[in-house]
């Protein structure tokens, strides 16, 4: 019965401590920077992305169900056809598929930044 009321409490409390970290630690090395006399522009991107992010994540999202899509129709073939078993056919192809889908997600969204 205790360890439900205690799992919320210690998963936020382990997220909290690593933005806790990560928050103090970037200070102490931009500090550290300003002591020595070093630029602190190097903290700020001047190069500005033009492609936004939502149209990756489409696009890598779109690919990515379109090829898990594609090994659920192959590996329903390959139950029918081969008489491979379903436990066997459907999870193999759908992982394979999919991340080949994501594979080429990759160099598409690579040709988009490229692009714009």
């Keep these: 019965m205790g ?5 919320m ?5 382990v997220i909290f401590g690593i933005y806790y970290l990560y928050i103090s630690s970037r200070n102490k090395e931009r500090l550290a920077l300003i002591e020595k006399g070093g630029d ?7 190069k500005k992305s ?3 992010t939502w149209k990756v994540l489409v696009l890598n999202f779109a ?9 659920i129709f192959i590996g329903h073939m390959m139950h029918h056809t081969f008489g491979l078993k379903e436990e066997v056919a459907f999870p193999g192809t759908i992982f394979f598929i999919g991340g080949l889908s994501l594979f080429t997600g990759f160099f598409l969204t690579k040709k ?3 692009k714009e």
């Design 3 to 7: 360890s439900e009321v205690i799992i």
């Design 9 to 13: 409490p210690a998963i936020l409390g």
């Design 40 to 46: 602190a522009s190097i903290f700020f991107n001047s």
């Design 50 to 52: 033009l492609t936004p």
């Design 63 to 71: 690919v990515l169900m379109m090829g898990i899509g594609l090994g």
């Design 112 to 114: 988009l930044v490229e």
